[in-house]
């Protein structure tokens, strides 16, 4: 059993070094808290200096927990009971707090006071025993250990209400969403770009998606798997998210022709970034995101990256770039995305993959094999000029394609 909470404890994280700019990210981030409570319309919100709190007014504490567990910028929430700032209160309250923990035999106990209000008669530690005599009297089960408690009761002694909690549940942390600029995204259907994805979120970066397909050698399964994970992408948005579905088929063929199988993939990337720093100059956004690491694959070797990441003048962040894959598995689970980025559905960096990619890109020679390639550029342009774009909300609703109509011809499929 728990204790009938009133109110939820927001805690800010690094948005509280801020300094000038600590509004900015402040009022970022109660709008996406705000944007949460369309759904608890009892629930209010009321900002206080480096906290927020949520009343619930009859809302579910843990409901309203779930969702807020997403909001980047927000690095804990603690359910709070709230009483009057009268001793005899605070000691009822504070008994039948921990008494609805129904605490099991021998646990490790701790009253942790806090005297904001001055004006109050009791100092921090004269409170840590006004409360804790009556609750152990009251629980025979605890044992008061005040280096290593299994339970901390936190009591704010304030001039308007006292705050009794225990729990402190961690959230996502970072900086609001788009509280730090723009950034394309490159989304594939695999584990390691919809982490790299939720990471740029979580450092305030607003994303739009950009997919690449190769129909009809990749699937409407395929295009699905990705539509499916920029709506979990969204989901830490509080508002929508843009996902670019950018056809590749004819630039990914016109490679193939070029007699340098071992030089396919570097091709395919340098393509991929001209694209998307097309995409990002019409949609005003300052870098492209990519899900590399290190090492992983052929066009991750440090050399590949150098010459691949030389079709940019933009940054590119590499989120995971020095992550092992375990590290990003455990990462893809707790954001979320893993089970659907495991289905086996083929994507276009998955075509026409050379025995024996290159590690060791050369720069000059790749430049002049591109150089050869006639109307590589004119592909380019036609593949930006030919993307779709959809807006995914957070609620999972589409935009920009009935649900029932696709731009691939059926007969592919």
């Known amino acids: 059993m728990k204790p009938n909470y009133d109110m939820l404890l927001l805690r800010f994280g690094e948005i509280s070094v801020k300094g000038k700019n600590r509004s900015k990210f402040e009022k970022a981030a109660i709008t996406h808290v705000k944007s949460l409570l369309d759904s608890f319309p009892k629930a209010k919100v009321i900002k206080d200096y480096g906290r927020l709190y949520i009343e619930l007014n009859g809302e579910s504490a843990e409901e309203l927990i ?3 567990k997403k909001v980047f910028g927000i690095t804990s929430i603690s359910p ?16 039948d707090f921990i008494s609805k923990l129904q605490p099991a035999e021998g646990t490790r106990f701790k009253v942790n006071a806090r005297r904001v209000w001055k004006e109050f008669p009791y100092s921090s530690q004269e409170m840590n025993k006004q409360v804790a005599d009556p609750i152990l009297k009251a629980c025979s089960a605890l044992k008061v250990d005040v280096h290593h408690p299994q339970i901390e009761l936190r009591v704010e002694v304030r001039e308007q209400a006292t705050y009794l909690y225990s729990e402190v549940i961690p959230a996502a942390g ?16 695999g584990i390691d770009s919809p982490v790299a994805g939720w990471s740029a979120m979580r450092r305030g970066l607003e994303i739009e998606c950009v997919h690449f397909h ?25 508002s929508q998210i843009k996902l670019h579905l950018v056809p590749f088929t004819e630039v990914q063929t016109a490679f193939t022709k070029a007699g340098q199988d071992n030089l396919i993939i570097t ?15 019409k949609n005003k956004a300052l870098a492209i995101v990519t899900g590399e690491s290190l090492g992983q694959v052929a066009s991750q070797t440090l050399s590949s990256m150098n010459v691949i990441g030389r079709a940019t003048d933009l940054p590119l962040l590499r989120p995971l770039v020095m992550m092992d894959k375990e590290e990003i598995i455990q990462l893809s689970m707790k954001v979320g995305t893993y089970e659907l980025s495991i289905l086996p559905y083929e994507d276009c960096c998955t075509l026409f993959l050379p025995k024996s990619p290159t590690t060791n890109p050369n720069l ?39 649900a029932q109509t696709t731009t691939v011809p059926e007969k592919w499929f």
């Open 174 to 189: 970072g900086y609001p969403f788009g509280s730090n600029g723009k950034a394309m995204l490159l989304l594939s259907g």
């Open 66 to 68: 779930g969702q807020l």
């Open 214 to 238: 190769s129909y009809p050698f990749t699937s409407k399964q395929a295009e699905d798997k990705v539509i499916e994970l920029a709506k979990i992408l969204s989901g830490y948005s509080g």
């Open 364 to 402: 000059r020679v790749v430049e002049k094999v591109e150089a050869t390639l006639e109307g590589l550029e004119e592909l380019i342009q036609g593949a930006v000029d030919q993307t779709e774009t959809l807006t995914i909300k957070a609620d999972g609703t589409i935009f920009g394609r009935d």
């Open 80 to 95: 709070v009971l709230r009483t009057k700032s009268q001793l005899e209160d605070i000691l009822t309250a504070a008994t």
């Open 267 to 281: 091709f395919m990337r340098r393509a991929m970034l001209r694209i998307a720093t097309e995409l990002a100059e």
